[in-house]
């Protein structure tokens, strides 16, 4: 009885994981507008996420994700870059803000259908001396976008004692 019981458990699990499996078949329309765009890319995966096609691939080193809609037109690639890769706006934007010793944990680049690129830059810095990740949007011009402060260890309550 115990070894149908584990057999029955194994078996179910195993059907769970394969359900949950995010690989996706893209169309080949889809497949044909990637391929165009990104000639290159190498170690193509297709997955779902949120409801979109997404391909996630190495282009020249570096890790990138194209996301695609159910009816096959591209939103937006994500391009992991370098630091020094950033337009020196952004970086001398960022530099005036936080220094030049300021950690930084990601650096991407956005480039969106609606012709708008923007860069991304998370960092780590010290909010009232708790370590926190800041997570900054610029566009090319050095413009901020939007941040972000996500606040390691924050306890709501722990607001009070400050």
């Known amino acids: 009885m115990r070894k149908f019981l ?18 996706y078949n893209a169309p080949a329309a889809t497949r044909s507008d990637f391929e165009m765009r990104y000639p290159t890319a190498t170690n193509v995966e297709w997955e779902k996420k949120h409801g979109y096609g997404v391909a996630e691939f190495i282009l020249n080193g570096q890790e990138c994700e194209a996301w695609y ?7 937006m ?36 259908n609606n012709n708008t690129t923007i860069y991304y ?11 926190a990740e800041i997570n900054l949007e610029y566009a090319p011009d050095g413009t ?19």
Do not use: H, M
Request: with cysteine; hydrophobic share 40%; net charge negative.
């Open 121 to 131: 830059i998370q960092a780590e810095t010290v909010v009232n001396g708790i370590p």
């Open 6 to 23: 584990f057999a029955s458990v194994f078996a179910l699990a195993t059907l769970v994981g394969v359900g949950c499996s995010d690989d």
């Open 77 to 112: 690639t994500r391009f992991d870059i370098l630091y020094s890769d950033l337009p020196a706006a952004v970086r001398s934007a960022f530099e005036q803000s936080y220094g030049t010793q300021t950690p930084i944990d990601d650096v991407e680049r956005l480039e969106r």
């Open 69 to 75: 809609t159910k009816s096959g037109e591209w939103v």
């Open 144 to 162: 901020l976008l939007r941040n972000t402060v996500d606040v390691d260890y924050f306890d709501y309550w722990d607001y009070y004692l400050w």
